[in-house]
Every structure is written in C-alpha cells, then in structure tokens.
C-alpha cells in the first residue's frame, strides 16, 4: 500500500488511450471476424465466438461485483444456468403441454423470465450472503450455487443430471435466430450493451458507492453510508446480466444441464475476471477470450488439458508480482 | 414409516455426519491456525480413496490398506504444502480460492492418469462385510457401523489433542493469536505444515472409510466439499466443537430428508404433489437450513471467541 | 456558557477479562476542542470506537444533542453530524484525492441510487470536494492518487473527508501518528483553523494536544481519572503520577 507508484499521471493516461485503443480494436474484430468465418463456412469457429462473446457477458457482470466491488461471488454460474432454463423450460412445455402459463416460445418471455428470476435468487442470496464477509461470503455463494445445481439435478421432469434439449431456439421478431450469424449478432450486440451499460454503472454515483465499499467497508459506513444496500444492489444487477447471458446460453447450446453451474463453471467465470484485470470494464472479455482460446489450443494436444491449464492457474497466483490482485492493480492502471 | 426404518436412516445419518466431521475438521482447523481456505480439501478426499483401493490390491487386505494409505496421504499433504500452500499464508483469500482451484484441476487429471477414469471399488473381508442385528432387531451393515465407531473414536483423539496436548496448545493460540505463538519462539512454519498434514489425513482418511462403499472415483471430493463447507459455515468457521455438532446435525437432516421427506409432505398435500416437490426441497434442505442459520447468526452457531 | 453536544453517561465496554472502558462518563461542549490522553492501551480507541458507532457497548449510553444515540448505526450517526477520522490512515488508495472527498460529500447529498450520470463529473459534488481540500491545504494534489501521497498527505485528506460531510462534532483518533513535527505542526494549523466545529481528540502528541485542546480528559486502564482545563491537567498530582509522572 506504501510504495509509490512510478507512473505518473502522463504515464497513466497514455496507458488509458493505449487500453482504450486495444478494446476498440477487439470489439471491431469481434464485429467483422466472425462474418469472414461464417462466409468461408466454418461452423465451428463461429460457434467458439459465439460463445466467447456470451461468456464474455456472465464474466463482465461478474466483475461488476468481483471487481469493483471486492465480493468474491463462487456461485456465478448459477445465474446462467437459471437463465438457460429460463428458456428450456417454457420450451419444452410448448412443446409438451402442461404448465401453459409458462409454456412459450416468445423470446422476450424467455429473457423476462430470465432476468427477473435470476434478480430474485440473487437478492435472496445476497440478502443472506452480504451480511458475511470475507470467506464465509466465498463458501456461502459457492454453496447456494451448488445448491441451485443440486435442484435441477432432482428435477426428473426435465431431465435431472442428463438435461434438457432445447428443439427450437427463442423467437424474437425481426431476428431469425436459427441463423448461426443472425444470432451471432445478437450476442455481440447484447454485450455492447452491457459492456456500456457496466461502463456508466462504476462511473456513476452508485459506482462509486460499491467501489469504496469495497476498499474499505468501515470507512463508507462512517462517512454515512449504507454499504450493505448498494452491495445488495450490485450483487442483483450482476445476477440479472448474468441470467440474461444464461438464456443466450440455453439457447446456443441447444442442450442445457446442470453442469454448466456446477462450481467448476464458476470457478472458470472467475478465472476469466482475473485473467483479463478485474479493474477494467473490458477486461474480462480479453480473459474470456484467452480462456476459450487456451481451452482449443490445449485440448487439441491432450484431453488432459485440465493438467496444464490448472498449473498455469498455480503459477499465475504464485509467482506474478503481489499475487493476482497485484496483477489487476497493474492492469487497471 | 415404522420405527425400525428410521433408526436406520438415523445411523446412516450419523455415518455421513462423522465423515463429513473428518472433512471439516481439517477446514477448519487450517483456517482458525493460517486463515486459509483450502478448496482442494476434497482432492485429499479422493487421493485418500485411491490410495486404499491401490494398497488393498497390494496387500490382500482393506485394513492393511488403510494403514498404509494413511501415511501416503501425509506425504501428498507435506508435498503440497512445501510446494503450493505455505507460499499462499500471507496472500489474500482471492488467491487462495484460485491457487487451490487450479489444484483440484491438476489433482483429478493426474488421478485420472495414474488410476484411470473408471472408478475402483474397494473390497471388504468377509468379517466386515457382513451385517450385525442390533438391539431392537435392526440390520444393520458392520462396516457403516465401523465407520460410525472409528469417525466417532477419532473426534474423540482430535478432542484430546487439541484440548490435552502442547500441539493442541500451540493451535488453540494460534488461532486466536498468531503472534503469541511466533513470540513463544515456536517454528510457526512448522506447525502449520504439521496441522495442513493433519488435515489431509483426516480428510484422506473419510476417503477411505467411504471407497468400500461407494468406490473410489475421479472427481468424488468436488461433490462432498461443498457439503464440508456448509457444515463448517453452519457450526462456525474455525470452531471444531461446532465442526462436530453441525457435522452431525448435517448428515442427520440431509439423509432423514431424503428418505421422510415425501412421506411427511403427504401428510399435507397430495401424493403426487408430494412426489414431485420432495425430492427437489430434498436436495436443497441443508442449504436452506445453513441459509436460516446465517440469517439469525451470521458467524454460524459456535463463532471461534477471538476473530 | 455553550451546551453539551457529545455525552457518554456510564459508558462500558470489555473484551474477555479486560475492561477497556471503565464506567467513562465524559462531557463534551459545543464548540470546545476535548482531548483525551492516556497511556497506550488505556481504552482510547475503543471509546472513540463506541462513538463513532463501530462497537456496540456493554452498558451506559451515549448521547448527541440530547438524544440518545448508543443503538445507532455509523452511518446513522454521521447522518447526525458525528465524523470520525481513523487511527490507521483510511482513505480510498486506488482512488484520485478529489474522488475520496467527492465520496465524502455523496455521502450527504441524497441517496446514491444513480447509475446513469458520471459522478466524476457531477460539479454538484467535485465543487464542495475541491473547497475542503483547500481547507486542508491539498487543493494541489487533487488529481493525483490516493495512494501516491505521503503520510502526512492522507492525514490531511482524512481530515478533508471527515469535514465533507459537513459534521458538528469530529472525533479524531489520533490524527498526528507517524507524523513528523513539520508534518504535525501543519495538522495543528489545519485543526485550528476548523471554525464551528466541535473536536473529540484522542492523541499522543503531547505539544498537539496542549496547543489544541480547551479541555483535556485522561483515561487509564479504561477509567477516567481526571478532566479540567490543560493547566489544571499539568497541575494535576493523580495524572502526573499515574502518566506525566516521568515528563514532569
């Protein structure tokens, strides 16, 4: 805390721009490399776009709370898999009959759906969780997130730890989304807004609120804050955004089970956030990406990809200066 | 449901109880002496497991297997200890969660190298393997019995050692005050090397009371860690008093739950309301209870006094 | 003669066996500077911990203008008017100089559920954030980081932040620590120069203390033994003996 830094504000700013024009850069090739793939004809790397670009939503609202906020969330991934069978519940019962409150294909229910049912589960975790802190706050997420997973495993109607098929994707007007680019680009999209709207969060009033609290949680309370409030608020924002990338998701894979929130998956969103500098509002899109690219690259070597990549993750924290927070106080500047 | 039914779910309660007080206890105690969070907790689980089956082959003998994988557990704790941990104590717990993270990941690859990715079942003698009627004309299995016994005789030894011995003296200080303990001219590096291999035995050793069970498999310590967790949350993060009680109470209410439950929601609703519903509030029950529990008392039920 | 704006009546508060505030009764005066001294370990902190509303106390209560407020939350309180610095400098590090005050002006202006208009350039804030860093003298430093400043530096901005939300009555614990005499002379300026402000002063600098205070208490082993004016303080045979003793 101490030492002084060597930049100086000259410095600082230049790495902004330089920052700013690296991001700038990545979202027009995400834009553009895509509709080359997709004109050559090659499925399968538009697929791994597409997912890095919803991935890259559930990590940016991650960062929201992990970031700016300082609360380690173990249990994001539940957000997405409550938002994937936000969408292949009311499918299936479309499909099936039963349930004809819910049963629909519409998208815009699909997504409403979504959203206002992971908001809820994350008020009602963040209610409980918020009043913790430090690794009960790590343990208590980690263990509803399991708890969410355990639920859809007991749920025999929609597959229980098999999962669920979803046969047609949501239908939104004036987008086919059947169309592998079509709904590439719905995506993309959805992360522009929500890389922008992340954006004008940390940097308004409320921003500020959750970004003290994290670095010193006494000390917003003695200035006259509410710290719990505004982290609850956070926490619920993260859990909508992440729902919404979870009925993308659902929707992508077509086939939705409980392991994509498992706690393995959570930890994978994590490691995203750090990767990328959990200081940036971009950062975790550039962790995504090195995350999904890494998972190609050494899985086509060897199916034990997990051994690599697990100590890389080890030597990361080991041996990069100050440990990983070290490493996104560095990559924020 | 008849009476005898439900004392045997209450000793199959019991036995998860004391297998998860062994898991949790190792929690707990590396996090009241270093305040770290070990994720890789449950990869011990597994190691402990795989050991056994292994050293069973090996020998001709469970017990003889299970002696000697005690030892080899110790070993992987020290080895992990000197090469990741103790160079993680003055990090933040971010780090920790990330390190042991990528540990479990290297843990269940190398698992799956050396022992394959199909599971081992481990045999039993014949003297074990058999059941035993208690009173009250229970059948019920002699090893779950055993297991039930031996987790019950080692909380005892854990008790003793922390409450009757200088180790158990050095952790109690240590966890309220770690620069006493420094002060006391104490190698703290080496008593948190020995505590971490403490855990890793305790938790290996839930690993091999359960491998004739189940069978040792890839992955086995990533599902019942989280459950750890809850159970250290509940009783208090660090307390090993409330490691024991909320273990207990635990196992109890997640295998009483799974079996009653639908016969007791059919007292109030319809069968087939009932058969759908408690097989989902089932599997939640014990994350609903930690939720209730922290509500009221956001420490867990036995907070650790100076913290 | 002015009213009492800060009372504790019976005040107690222990930690296992060790009674760290002791029955303190204390009387603070609108408008006067009130120190407190005592031996390390005397329960200084702890009392100011009390105050500020960050430790709940076994017994006694605390009253603010005649109301009582020894059930209140921190942030309730400062609502009230009651800020406190902190002994170990907390101020935001990753933070600019002008962000940390414009934080401690947010604070009390409305809630803070506004997620669309960048707060960094909300002149509603940034106008009343610069004005305390010039009362403090680091209108200079405002763009630079939090963690970029000396000691001394975030000791005065502590005292800009405490002052942004706009308080009747600051506790201060121990506001010189670690300083140097140029560094500590210049907070003494800074403090008194704070019109119409009421101070707790909990702090170890002795020349600080007795150039700042109207009134002194002295706190030992959590009991107050003795409160009065700094002569009748210097004067005092119980204080010399059980603390000044060696300085006198």
């Not at chain 2, 109890?252 to 009932?274: N, Q, Y």
């Not at chain 3, 020349?207 to 004067?235: C, H, K, N, Q, W």
């Amino acid at each position: 805390m101490a030492e002084v830094s060597a930049t100086g504000p000259a410095g600082r700013l230049s790495r902004i721009s330089v920052t700013n024009g690296f991001m700038l850069a990545s979202l027009v090739a995400l834009a553009v490399v895509p509709v080359i793939i997709y004109a050559a004809g090659n499925a399968f790397w538009l697929d791994i776009a597409t997912r890095l670009v919803v991935l890259s939503i559930a990590a940016v609202s991650l960062n929201l709370i992990l970031g700016f906020g300082g609360m380690v969330s173990f249990g994001h991934a539940a957000y997405l898999g409550i938002g994937a069978y936000c969408v292949g519940i009311p499918t299936y019962h479309a499909l099936f009959g039963e349930f004809e409150m819910i049963a629909s294909n519409n998208g815009f229910f699909h997504i409403a759906l979504a959203v206002a049912i992971s908001a809820l589960f994350a008020l009602i975790v963040g209610a409980i969780c918020l009043r913790t802190k430090g690794v009960y706050f790590i343990m208590i997420t980690m263990a509803f997130g399991q708890m969410v997973f355990y639920l859809f495993v007991s749920l025999e109607q929609y597959g229980a730890d098999d999962g669920l098929v979803i046969t047609s994707r949501s239908e939104l007007p004036g987008i086919d989304t059947g169309n592998p680019l079509a709904f590439y680009f719905l995506c993309y999209g959805s992360l522009l807004a929500v890389l922008y709207l992340v954006h004008r969060i940390v940097n308004s009033r409320f921003g500020m609120v959750i970004q003290g609290a994290k670095g010193n949680e006494d000390r917003m309370r003695s200035l006259g804050y509410s710290t719990y409030i505004y982290r609850l608020a956070a926490f619920v924002i993260a859990g909508a955004i992440c729902g919404y990338a979870g009925a993308l998701l659902g929707n992508f894979t077509s086939f939705i089970s409980p392991e994509m929130m498992d706690w393995a998956a959570s930890g994978e969103l994590m490691f995203m956030v750090i990767l990328g500098g959990a200081s940036s509002v971009f950062g975790p899109v550039i962790g995504a990406a090195i995350f999904l690219l890494l998972e190609q690259l050494l899985s086509s070597f060897t199916v034990h990809w997990h051994l690599p990549f697990g100590i890389m993750l080890i030597l990361i924290v080991l041996f990069v200066k100050g440990g990983v927070s070290g490493l996104l106080d560095r990559l924020g500047r | 449901m008849d009476a005898s039914l439900v004392l045997i779910q209450f000793l199959n309660g019991m036995q998860l109880g004391v297998l998860l007080f062994l898991l949790a206890s190792g929690l707990t105690l590396t996090f009241g002496i270093m305040d770290f969070v070990n994720l890789a907790h449950g990869s011990l689980y597994m190691i402990g497991a795989f050991f056994c089956a292994s050293l069973t082959f090996w020998t001709g003998s469970f017990v003889w297997g299970l002696l000697l994988a005690i030892p080899c557990t110790a070993l992987v704790g020290l080895a992990v200890e000197l090469v990741v941990i103790r160079h993680l104590y003055a990090r933040d717990h971010l780090d920790h969660v990330l390190a042991t993270f990528g540990l479990i990941l290297c843990f269940d690859t190398l698992t799956q190298l050396v022992w394959g990715p199909e599971g081992i079942s481990v045999p039993l003698p014949s003297w074990l393997d058999g059941q035993v009627t208690l009173p009250g004309d229970i059948v019920f299995p002699t090893f779950r019995l055993v297991i039930i016994l031996g987790g019950l005789v080692v909380a005892g030894g854990l008790y003793w050692l922390v409450n009757h011995t200088r180790l158990g003296m050095l952790i109690r200080a240590g966890a309220s005050n770690r620069t006493m303990v420094g002060a006391l001219g104490i190698d703290i590096q080496t008593l948190f090397t020995a505590v971490f291999a403490l855990g890793a035995v305790l938790a290996g050793l839930a690993g091999m009371l359960i491998a004739p069970i189940t069978e040792a498999s890839i992955g086995m310590g990533n599902e019942i860690i989280i459950t750890a967790f809850v159970v250290i949350i509940v009783g208090g993060i660090g307390s090993m008093k409330g490691a024991f009680i909320a273990a207990l109470m635990i196992g109890l209410i997640d295998t009483m739950g799974r079996s009653f439950l639908d016969d007791l929601f059919k007292l109030v609703m319809s069968t087939e309301a009932a058969e759908t519903s408690a097989p989902a509030v089932s599997a939640m029950l014990i994350y609903i209870l930690m939720a209730v529990i922290l509500a009221i008392r956001p420490q867990g039920l036995f907070p650790p006094k100076v913290r | 003669m002015a009213g009492i704006m800060l009372e504790t009546q019976d005040l107690q508060k222990s930690f296992g066996g060790v009674t760290a505030t002791d029955h303190v009764s204390l009387q603070v005066e609108e408008g006067e500077c009130h120190a407190v001294i005592g031996p390390n370990g005397a329960g200084k902190t702890t009392l100011i911990a009390q105050l500020s509303g960050m430790l709940p106390p076994d017994d006694g209560a605390i009253l603010f203008n005649g109301k009582d407020i020894t059930r209140l939350t921190a942030q309730r309180r400062s609502h009230l008017g009651l800020a406190r610095s902190f002994q170990i400098t907390s101020v935001f590090m990753g933070l600019s100089v002008l962000d940390n005050v414009a934080l401690a002006v947010q604070a009390h202006s409305g809630h803070s559920f506004r997620f669309w208009r960048p707060a960094r350039q909300d002149a509603a804030l940034r106008g009343p954030a610069l004005e305390m860093l010039e009362k403090v003298g680091l209108q200079d430093r405002a763009n630079g980081l939090a963690s970029e400043m000396s000691h001394g530096e975030r000791r005065q901005l502590e005292i800009a932040m405490a002052l942004a939300t706009g308080p009747q009555l600051m506790l201060l614990d121990e506001p010189m620590a670690g300083m140097g005499p140029e560094e500590s002379g210049r907070m003494v300026q800074t403090l008194k120069g704070l019109e119409g402000i009421t101070m707790l002063l909990v702090e170890h600098d002795m020349d600080a203390v007795f150039a700042l205070a109207d009134r002194i208490s002295v706190m030992v082993y959590g009991r107050l033994i003795a409160t009065g004016s700094p002569a009748e303080i210097r004067g005092n045979e119980e204080v010399r003996q059980a603390y000044l003793g060696e300085a006198a």
